[in-house]
């Protein structure tokens, strides 16, 4: 009985995985087609199937803390590996697909920052500011600079 209910929940949080990995698609072909519409909605649904995944997350910890027989078993992996090893490659399969939606995720996020960055810039042009370089400080801090003030030319 509790193999399944591991079984179960195991499926759906690859089920809620793979539906986020569709939309984190979804945002990237929105984020690149500079189609900002939907990208709030999606915003939205990124956070409903990450909230889901996180309550199947804390279902299958409670089931499977009871199933710690070992003090020397540290992760949820070693736990399902030892106690039900028929859902080793399911878990095995929900860890590799983490990794694609964190690099997913990772790769939308330099769009959108790249986006964010030629917005500013036009923004600076329409507004008739100086061309803006974005640098960092030691600190890791961004300073922006002049870039007409710190031009080779203007020396």
């Not at 995944?53 to 710690?68: G, N, P």
């Not at 020397?72 to 878990?91: A, G, M």
Request: glycine share 2%; net charge neutral.
């Amino acid at each position: 009985m509790k193999s399944q209910q591991i079984k179960t929940n195991l499926t759906t949080i690859l089920s809620n995985i793979n539906e986020l990995l569709e939309l984190l698609n979804n945002e990237k072909s929105v984020l690149s087609d500079s189609s900002f519409d939907n990208l709030a909605e999606i915003a939205h649904q990124k956070k409903q199937i990450i909230t889901a995944i996180e309550v199947h997350d804390t279902q299958l910890k409670t089931l499977l803390q009871t199933e710690k027989k070992s003090t020397n078993i540290q992760t949820v992996y070693e736990i399902i590996q030892e106690n039900f090893p028929q859902c080793t490659s399911l878990w095995l399969e929900i860890e590799n697909s983490l990794k694609i939606c964190k690099n997913k995720n990772a790769v939308n996020g330099i769009i959108l920052s790249n986006n964010r960055r030629q917005i500013r810039e036009s923004l600076a042009i329409l507004l008739g500011q100086p061309n803006q370089i974005l640098l960092y400080g030691a600190s890791g801090e961004s300073v922006a600079t002049n870039s007409i003030v710190n031009s080779p030319i203007s020396a």
